[in-house]
């Protein structure tokens, strides 16, 4: 090879390997099979409620990290699922990751894809009973609660544009009788409804991290099957008023 063709070639080695360097280290979540869950509970639930669906997935072969979240500053539970997705990455770089929220923690997870760069790590993303456009109930209140708000600074910022972004799958779980339908735009799998067990939506609402069947579905979701709708729906088809009491008040 003459002098030139070799200083042709180092040079396009090395142009290559700049390119490489400056590109995200993480550029799409693993390709292996799931191999780690983490659970961020709802507000002021705590981690207790959900030993249950710990104990049945890890059952099922995953390793499961129940988060110490309480709901109250919804920003600040994203940073600390953060911490859990690159502490499970850097155990096992090679496994899938998947992230259960239910209730509010379903918001702060998706906080996390969005605004964190969350997607570019997580496998899956299962929300259950999530308050995904906000509630109006929360409106006037402290705390989380004005969070949840639909008119909220927090929802608004999380429903511009597509909800469901970057290479990530989204799930959706609820009881039928859920105050919300937990219906997202972009591409998502919307889980069949589960029937009632007590006739009040919000008493279901609680129960959900112990019903036997959202185990299942969370299984069903995490083989990577939807067991229920899958939809796309453009940015901007979906409101706050056509989410609320799906199942009647």
């Known amino acids: 090879m003459k002098i030139g063709s070799k200083l042709a070639a180092a040079a396009a080695c090395v142009a290559v390997a700049g390119a490489l360097a400056s590109a995200p280290a993480s550029a799409a979540p693993a390709t292996g099979p799931i191999r780690e869950v983490i659970i961020v509970p709802g507000q002021t639930f705590g981690a207790l409620p959900y030993q249950p669906l710990k104990f049945g997935l890890e059952q099922a072969g995953y390793h499961v990290d129940v988060l110490t979240t309480d709901g109250t500053d919804l920003p600040a539970d994203a940073r600390v699922i953060a911490g859990a997705v690159d502490a499970a990455r850097k155990a096992d770089p090679r496994g899938g990751i998947a992230i259960v929220g239910h209730s509010v923690g379903g918001l702060s997870a998706r906080y996390y894809l969005k605004d964190l760069g969350g997607a570019s790590k997580v496998n899956e993303y299962i929300a259950i009973g999530t308050p995904q456009y906000g509630n109006p109930a929360g ?25 469901t972004v970057g290479p990530t799958r989204y799930f959706s779980i609820r009881s039928a009788k859920e105050w919300v339908d937990g219906r997202l735009t972009g591409n998502q799998c919307r889980m069949t409804p589960i029937p009632t067990v007590t006739g009040n939506g919000e008493y279901d609402h609680i129960i959900e991290p112990l019903d036997p069947r959202v185990l299942q579905q969370i299984k069903e979701a995490l083989a990577g099957r939807c067991d229920g709708t899958q939809a796309s729906t453009p940015a901007g088809s979906i409101n706050v008023k056509q989410t609320l009491y799906p199942g009647g008040k």
């Open 139 to 163: 409106c006037g209140q402290s705390g989380t609660a004005h969070d949840v708000c639909d008119t909220s600074a927090f929802i608004k910022n999380l429903n511009s544009g597509v909800n």
